[in-house]
């Protein structure tokens, strides 16, 4: 993969995908190539091994038909595949006759231009034509409906017999001897208004870099450098960056990089993930959170539009470029259905200031930062008491409900009830309160507006007050999941109360309790906190949101309590998830299944997640720099570490930041937990 084009086939290096099956090549949320069939004489290949030499670079060994007990095939036959911006396979046949061999090469290829959210709706039917050409060193396949266009070129870098379903060469390889061919698939994208996004994109690309290689070696080379006694945490530092990179894709308006959610459903940018990803990653990454932010404000909300769920200050939820979205029989060519990444682009925009010191960039988003706050207050108070909710969808393209949860049963009272709506799920309030604080931060600073500052710590104050009030469930010393549309607790135990501590809206008196319920058995399952407590109604250890452990949640809520003082703890939740990531070859889930440690050897890998995922690969960058106790203050890079035992010392040198680079140090000590909030 590389951006947004990647390909999923099956082990030799073949797609043959039926309508509904997600495999082939995708680039801007289209299928360009379904079928991809490579076969010697007739005969299909077996796989011997793969080597997956760099996220857009794959090699096969193959032999021809299903080898027995013992491989005695007199040929090998190799796929080197490139992916990005577009797709190459080198074709390579290894003769280990004593003689000569005379055999039938041929690729079968077709496209049927699938939009990836056709997959998932199959009773959207497509209502263009699809037609195919052929030329002297080309196959050409065309899907056309009205000005929108997707094409495919195949080319090829020996003779062949080229027909409408593929190309067939007829080699003869002398003993012991090999045979090549190069081919190339090319991918053109046309919006309905004439936009070659394609074209666009490899302009940027190639003005940036003169191959994946050098783009690779430069990010990897820019980055802090890990030392640590650990062997596992360095494995999965390195893996997260080479995820990273791999999920990068550019801004179409300035070709710079920010983070594509997840492979294979997200290559795309959406707001929260991306904001959140950004957050991650700003000590080691400062350049996603930039690029991030501009792309943001640049598709920001601008008029009322129910159908996308458009406001004017509201971030974008997530774009699309597949045919649905183009002809609006789906929302997502811009859609907005999301109640928590308003609040959270204010939180990184403040938060990137701090770390890079890049004021301009404070003062050149300031009227988008201020429009985003106004959301807040205009838009998202449905019922006009304070809080942030979000109405119920009106079409099945939208989420159930529009926060990280977005599942139906994802926010459910302990008994195992929905709530009605508009609901008001509490860490959206946190990320409200700490929007406003950095908020009037930025007003006060950057802005010259001392009296809106003012104003938004008095809002935060006033939510803080309310919100205390309101979620804080006595009897079970925990804060409500939810508010209810008529202002009712929704009382389950879940994991969304840790980024209450992350953005410090909880009062510290109450944080020991809440430290408590997530570190209990309920919650945490020695792998991770779960999502959902084991007694809760709903609970099911396989449950995407009602259960299951999210690395990235982990993050967040470890974070949190590393603000609240509580270190060890963090510390504990840091050790977990980055045990995990050992057993996943350093690559952390999207989520993986919330049994206990002590009735499995290992952590239970989830089916239907995205992997790799943008906040997967930065959970650990998080979980370092809480683990380091770095935080920016002025000019000065605070370094306090809380290292557990088993995590050994650890080093990360070269810092990035508005101080330059700087180098942090810590290693194992006793840590007494001492809550301190800030």
Known sequence: MDGVCFVVSDRSGDMDASPSDLVGLFSFDTR?????????????????????????????????????????????????????????????????????????????????????????????????????????????LLYQREQFRRGTVVKTSEPAEIDLDGLCYRVRIPAHGSWTTELRVETAVQTPSGTDLRGEVRHQIRAAKQSNERDLDEFLAELPALNCEHAPLA???????????????????????????????????????????????????????????????????????????????????????????????????????????????????????????????????????????????????????GYLRHPPPTSRFEAANQVWKDSRAGICYADGRLPGSPVAVCEVQGYAYDARRRGARLAREFWNDPAYAQLLDQQADQLRDRFNRDFWIAGRGHYALALDADGTQVDALASNQGHLMWSGIIDADRAGAVVDRLMGEEMFSGWGIRTLGTREARYNPVGVHVGAVWPYDNSLIAAGMRRYGFRAEAGRIAQAILDTASYFQGRLPEAFAGYDRNSTLHPVWYPTGNSPQGWSAGAPLLLLRTLLGLEPRGDHLVVNPAIPPGLGQIELLDIPGRWGTLDAFGRPRSASRAPVAR
């Open 32 to 140: 360009f190539l379904s079928r991809w069939v490579l076969t010697i004489d007739g005969q299909r290949l077996s796989p011997l091994s793969v080597d997956d030499l760099h996220h857009f670079e794959t090699r096969y060994f193959l032999v021809p038909g299903q080898p027995t007990h013992y491989v005695s095939s007199t040929m090998t036959v190799i796929r080197h595949r490139t992916v990005g911006p577009n797709f190459g396979e080198q074709i390579t046949l290894l003769n280990h006759r004593v003689e000569p061999v005379e055999v039938a090469v041929r690729i079968d290829a077709a496209s049927d231009f699938a939009d990836i959210y056709e997959l998932g709706i199959p009773d959207l039917t497509k209502r263009g034509e699809l037609t195919r050409s052929t030329g002297d060193d080309f196959l050409f």
């Open 235 to 385: 494995q999965t530092y390195r893996r997260s960056m080479l995820d990273l990179a791999a999920l990068r894709h550019p801004d179409l308006t300035t070709g710079r990089k920010m983070p594509s959610a997840g492979l294979p459903w997200f290559m795309t940018l959406v707001g929260r993930q991306a904001l959140i990803t950004s957050l991650q990653t700003l000590p080691f990454v400062p350049e996603l959170a930039a690029t991030t932010l501009e792309a943001l404000a640049l598709l920001q909300g601008a008029k009322i539009d129910d159908y996308r769920d458009e406001q004017p200050g509201k971030i974008l939820h997530q774009i699309r470029y597949g045919e649905t979205a183009a002809f609006e029989e789906t929302p997502h060519s811009q859609y907005y259905g999301s109640v928590d990444a308003t609040p959270l682009f204010v939180v990184l925009l403040d938060e990137y200031e701090r770390w890079t010191g890049d004021a301009a960039m404070v003062r050149r988003l300031e009227q988008e930062a201020r429009a985003a706050l106004g959301w807040l207050d205009q838009y998202a108070d449905l019922l006009g008491d």
